[in-house]
């Protein structure tokens, strides 16, 4: 009976998150078109139709649609289902490794780790769609570290001063002998999260961005679909290891350090 409680109150937690990161999908979509992220109800960009609050239900609206538009048949983005589904898992990762709090939902610890992948989220998806990271959401991150200082005192302030330095200075190094190699909005993200996270959690990071960005790379190459003068959004695989690397990343590094006993 018990195990049956926690599967429903992490149902319950999943359905949350995917719900919170529905919004995003709107953020994702409208901001680098520079329309209103809170006017205006969603609807269809092919045939432009209003869509009806059974077409919003995080997830299950997608599935049972079949990714496609009812009016006019046009198909949606998987990027809607894939961000309300991480989403979820986000708000379930969030509470399982930070604790629920004395609301027995999510700490704040949880909220910090929670809207900081939210962010990540908005950003790859971003990245992906136009090559560009927006200086506000630097921003945002580094607010958020701000408001860490005191709800992560594990993390001293020389720790998070050398974060926001430990990966971002060499990525600008490289960037400016070889021009290129990272962009811009790249190497701030780097800066803000290691001012969020702390520099032990930024080598995992930088260690699974440059390992996935180099699986995709390998295996679009090997399709044809990509060459080797072509240039691709590296912020999508910096998300992934920054959103690792906050939940685990210190983890991942003493465990590193462990096996090597260094």
């Known amino acids: 009976m018990l195990t049956v409680l926690i599967g429903i109150l992490y149902l319950f937690r999943f359905i949350f998150g995917a719900c919170i990161f529905s919004f995003l999908t709107v953020v994702i979509y409208r901001f680098p078109k520079g329309e209103n992220l809170v006017y205006g109800r969603s609807h269809c960009p092919g045939c432009g139709r209003t869509l009806s609050a059974g077409e ?6 997608y599935l049972v649609q079949g990714g496609k538009c009812l009016g006019c ?5 998987k990027q809607y289902f894939l961000t309300e589904c991480l989403g979820g898992i986000a708000f379930i990762l969030s509470s399982a490794y930070f604790g629920s709090g004395e609301s027995g939902f999510l700490s704040l610890r949880g909220w910090i780790a929670f809207i900081y992948m939210g962010i990540l989220t908005v950003v790859a998806f971003i990245d ?3 090559k560009i990271i927006y200086d506000r959401f630097h921003i945002a991150i580094v607010l958020l570290g701000i408001a860490a200082v005191w709800l992560f005192p594990e993390h001293t302030l020389t720790d998070r001063l050398l ?4 990966i971002s200075a060499p990525m600008l190094i490289l960037s400016l002998l070889i021009p290129g190699a990272f962009g811009g ?3 701030k993200l780097m800066a803000a999260s290691g001012w969020l996270l702390g520099y032990r959690a930024m080598i995992p990071a930088i260690f699974i961005g ?3 960005g180099g699986i995709y ?3 679009m190459l090997a399709r044809g679909k990509m060459t080797r003068k072509d240039r691709f959004a590296f912020g999508p695989f910096l998300a992934i290891g920054l959103a690792a690397a906050c939940i685990c990343g210190d983890q991942m590094l003493e465990w590193y350090l462990s096996v090597w006993q260094i």
């Open 185 to 187: 909005g790249d190497i």
């Open 210 to 212: 440059i390992l996935t």
């Open 217 to 219: 790379c390998i295996w």
């Open 128 to 130: 992906w769609n136009t």
């Open 163 to 166: 974060g926001a330095v430990i």
């Open 56 to 61: 919003l239900i995080p997830c299950i609206s």
């Open 73 to 77: 048949g046009m198909k949606i983005s």
